[in-house]
């Protein structure tokens, strides 16, 4: 083979490897991470004793993952003209002219079709059902209707990012229960402080890109007291598996520890705002609601 043919193959390899890529960076892969754990700690309490089925564990996984994964895609290139204006996402692949809205179209068609297609036929219909009207609540309904005509956006629209572990609640018992909606209401009281963090350090971003987001309409000290607020309520809710008898003690105290630490943010947030210590919220939202989860997980499998 000649010089030539070999620099051109090499070429050509880094390239299918740059749209490979580029079609990853489309799922959202940390956000995807935080939803598929969720999910997968809903598979495990709710079994209330053992383990649940691999296979369906493995199944529910994958088809969430996908869909999650598509309803991503979908939400890039619905948004690619606001993207384009905003710091925090110029960088994807669509406002950088890596991929063409028909493949990206294409790709979201076939990543959640698959991921659909493995929930009915190796999980359940009721879960493959959940998963799809997940999809349209945040492709279709935030994505659409909420994030371009109300500051209370991520409130309504948080409905379907708190699905997750309903989903994997579902896969393995075929039933949504109240234990099931708890897990909901956790996720649902969290998203608020955790996107109005990061809002609040890009309200320039978006009210550049003309996006009624909480700090563009009502100001920084509005939105801080909102973080307050809700913080307040998720602590409150998130005693309600202790209080429903869900959870144990180990799961209060850790419940509790973590309460006080995203309380303690939100209220120097309020009193004491930086971008740079927003920053540092929006991230500790984000391990906090993962330590949260695997605090539910080790109470229910540990004796006491």
């Not at 690619?80 to 960088?91: G, L, S, V």
């Not at 009502?218 to 602590?235: A, K």
Request: hydrophobic letters at 55%; glycine letters at 6%.
């Amino acid at each position: 083979m000649s010089v030539l043919n070999t620099r051109t193959l090499t070429l050509d390899r880094h390239a299918a490897g740059r749209r490979l890529h580029a079609f990853y960076v489309l799922t959202k892969p940390r956000v995807n991470t935080l939803i598929v754990f969720c999910a997968v700690i809903g598979m495990f309490l709710a079994v209330p004793e053992g383990l649940p089925d691999p296979k369906s564990v493995a199944a529910a996984t994958l088809g969430i993952a996908f869909v999650a994964g598509a309803a991503a895609a979908m939400n890039c290139l619905i948004e690619a003209h606001i993207d384009a204006r905003m710091a925090r996402t110029r960088h994807r692949p669509l406002p950088r002219g890596e991929l063409a809205p028909a493949e990206t179209l294409l790709f979201a068609g076939v990543l959640g079709g698959t991921g659909l297609t493995v929930l009915h036929q190796w999980v359940n219909p009721l879960t493959m059902w959940l998963t799809l009207a997940t999809f349209v609540g945040y492709a279709v309904v935030y994505t659409v209707l909420l994030k371009p005509r109300t500051p209370q956006n991520i409130v309504i629209g948080g409905a379907s990012g708190a699905m997750p572990p309903v989903l994997g609640w579902a896969a393995v018992t075929g039933e949504v229960s109240a234990d099931a909606l708890l897990l909901f209401l956790i996720i649902f009281a969290w998203t608020p402080p955790h996107f109005w963090a990061l809002a609040l350090y890009r309200s320039a971003d978006y009210a550049r890109a003309g996006l009624p987001m909480l700090p563009v309409t009502h100001g920084p000290e509005f939105t801080r007291l909102s973080v307050l607020l809700y913080t307040c309520i998720l602590f409150g809710v998130t005693l309600l598996p202790f209080a429903t008898r869900m959870s144990g003690p180990l799961y209060l105290v850790c419940a509790i520890a973590l309460g006080c630490a995203f309380l303690r943010h939100a209220w120097r947030l309020y009193v004491d705002y930086s971008d740079a210590f927003a920053r540092r919220t929006f991230r500790f939202s984000i391990l906090y609601l993962f330590l949260l989860f695997a605090a539910l997980l080790a109470d229910h499998y540990l004796p006491f």
